[in-house]
């Protein structure tokens, strides 16, 4: 696993690769999710709605999830160019916007 956080409800909810679960203190999964095997989760974050972003990387692209309180998908982006791109970092954003960090081996001098 590779990120957690605790989330409004007072669990954990882990990623790693292109798995989420929401876990309790005493370790009991309440939800679990497999999304595509092509995604490779590297942090996730709680909205204010209850929802989540992750990031990570897709194909060698920057690869943004939305997903519900339950773990639906609701949208998919991707970001990238002809080089290895990847999200290391998401936040909300006070008007619920959102900002990534990561880093790019498409464009200006192709280093972090």
């Not at 929401?22 to 095997?37: A, K, R, T």
């Not at 519900?68 to 791109?85: C, Q, Y």
């Amino acid at each position: 696993m590779q990120r957690s956080i605790e989330n409004q409800d007072n669990n954990y909810v882990v990623i790693g690769s292109h798995i989420i679960a929401e876990v309790s203190p005493d370790g009991q999964i309440i939800n679990y999710s497999s999304l595509n095997s092509n995604y490779d989760l590297t942090n996730i974050v709680q909205t204010q709605d209850g929802d989540y972003l992750v990031t990570g990387n897709m194909d060698s692209d920057v690869l943004i999830v939305k997903l519900s309180a339950s773990f639906n998908v609701i949208w998919t982006k991707t970001l990238g160019g002809e080089g290895w791109d990847s999200g290391k970092d998401i936040q909300e954003l006070s008007d619920t916007g959102f900002i990534v960090a990561g880093y790019t081996n498409s464009y200006g001098s192709g280093s972090e």
